[in-house]
């Protein structure tokens, strides 16, 4: 009886050794990630810009989120969906980088990244209600860009939280074009431009006010920079 153990007992330990073996020697590994980031959480008053009393002195951002689906890239000549989505290029401060997106594609050159800024339709809203990571976007204003900090202006310190459901297909072109490894995570870093959005005429843009919303609309369809690592 013991020697039929301890038989079975070393074909169990075989079998996890080759197992283990078997992982080692073919790993799974995506080469691909997508990370978002932010070129300055805190943007101060410019005084050579500035002259009007009811100017702000800061804008200070706490969050970006943005609603993205078909996330896609031009690989060796052809178009590949890598993340249909929906997902949600986020920035958080006093986070260098968040990784929001990944992909195992295969070796070779990409020169064109693309994805959609997302609304939801209305008939999805239920289905991620309960996502948190989601759930902000499922209003029934179903935005697609959240942005949140605070703003000072004469010594007093303000919340603000922007909203829009602006929309649009945004793309990245590289040239030269970005060589891909099958052994080597290639990393793809989509940076908000701060100053892009809550800056006009070197002036800072106040988001609780209503007249900036155009403004904010329009900048922030064209606040990302790509850069590789």
């Known amino acids: ?40 959480t805190t943007l101060n008053k410019v005084h050579s810009f500035t002259s009007d009393a009811d100017a702000l002195d800061q804008v200070r951002i706490a969050s970006v989120r943005i609603l993205v689906k078909d996330m896609k890239m031009k690989l060796n000549g052809d178009e590949r969906l890598l993340h249909a989505g929906p997902a949600v290029l986020t920035v958080r401060e006093n986070e260098q980088s968040i990784v929001f997106a ?28 309960n996502d948190p990571v989601l759930a902000d976007f499922t209003t029934d204003a179903r935005h697609t860009i959240i942005i949140t900090g605070t703003v000072d202006k004469d010594g007093s310190t303000l919340p603000f939280d922007y909203r829009t459901d602006v929309v649009g297909n945004l793309n990245f072109d590289f040239n030269p074009a970005v060589a891909v490894a099958d052994d080597k995570v290639t990393i793809v870093e989509f940076q908000f431009q701060s100053d892009l959005v809550f800056r006009e005429n070197g002036a800072l843009v106040d988001p609780n006010d209503p007249a900036s919303k155009s403004h904010l609309d329009n900048q922030v369809k064209k606040a990302l920079k790509a850069v590789v690592h």
């Open 1 to 40: 009886m013991n020697t039929r153990i301890l038989t079975i007992a070393l074909m169990i330990t075989g079998l996890l050794g080759m197992a283990a073996c078997s992982d080692d020697d073919n790993p799974v590994q995506d080469n691909i990630l997508f990370e978002s980031s932010i070129s300055a």
């Open 102 to 129: 990944r992909a195992d594609v295969p070796a070779g050159q990409f020169d064109k990244v693309s994805w959609d800024i997302h609304r939801f339709e209305s008939s999805a809203l239920e289905q991620y209600r």
